[in-house]
């Protein structure tokens, strides 16, 4: 079982919750006051979605700084996170954008350039369409499919935004990873042998994950945060980094708490932070319930 994190200074966790294989904190607050408090090199992956600057209503948040001060807030924020990254840790950062500002999730990976390196970029596909011709007689599809949600854009020059990016940074662009632990089945059983698998019968799935939202009833109710990511995304990266190797797992932005979530049934050490008190209640919640279910 994982060592349990404990901060160095003061600053004492809003949260705390145990299971029978790890434990999560969970702390109220900005993560450039919390950060500080974590030791140097004690965390192993940081799984996260900080605010975009695409002007979303978040709670407490402005979300609409001018480009030049966001990017100077986020090498602060990546600063004191690469601190506390294991000499092979990973920071898995999705990042979105929209079609009038197409620079955006670009512009913070530069300005992230200086402390870590881009190891992977992995597009994090929401909403898919596959034509049944083109996925070939394997996938038993009996007609064309369109999988996922998006936010529908009534443009006559962009076209309907389905992804986003994961930018996999890691200290030296060496961090090993488990690449079969989100793997998939070969479809053709030759490959087996032919690709040198070891035996394996599924290969690494690449760096397009297709997870879609889940259907809500109620946006207050079901998913109360304006931008949010589904608990799959964080599990992905966790287990992709290895989740055996994982002491502590760390989401300097917690939101509604998808990657504490991804933690928890993962049976990982957690710290999770969140400067919105309603956020962060909510999180616990979820947590308190996937730890129940």
Known sequence: MPGHPTPLSPIKPHTVLESARGRLQF?????????????????????????????????????????????????????EARRTLAADGSLFLNVGSKPTDPWAAFDVAQAVRGHLHLQNTIHWVKSIAIERELAGTGAALDRD?????????????????????????????????????????????????????????????????????????????????PATFPSRVPEYCFRLHGAERISVALDPFL??????????????????????????????????????G
């Open 145 to 225: 499919i369109a999988v996922g949600h998006y936010k529908p854009i009534n443009s006559d020059r962009f076209v309907n935004d389905c992804h986003e990016f994961i930018f996999h940074f890691t200290p030296d662009g060496r961090t090993p990873l488990d690449r079969r632990a989100i793997g998939v089945p070969y479809q053709d059983a030759s490959n087996i042998a032919r690709w040198r698998t070891g035996g394996s019968n599924r290969r690494c799935r690449g760096n397009t994950w297709f997870i879609p939202y889940e259907t809500i009833q109620s946006r207050e109710d079901d998913r109360p945060h």
């Open 255 to 292: 939101g509604l708490g998808s990657s504490a979530v991804a933690a928890a049934q993962l049976g990982l050490d957690f710290i999770g932070i969140e400067m919105d008190e309603h956020y962060l209640h909510e999180a616990v919640r979820r947590v308190e319930a996937s730890l129940k």
């Open 27 to 79: 702390f109220l607050g900005d993560c450039l006051d919390v950060l500080p408090a974590l030791a140097p090199g004690s965390i192993s992956a940081i799984a996260t979605s900080p605010p975009y600057n695409l002007g979303i209503r978040y709670r407490t948040y402005h979300d609409a700084l001018p480009r030049e001060r966001y990017l100077e807030w986020t090498a602060r924020w990546v600063a």
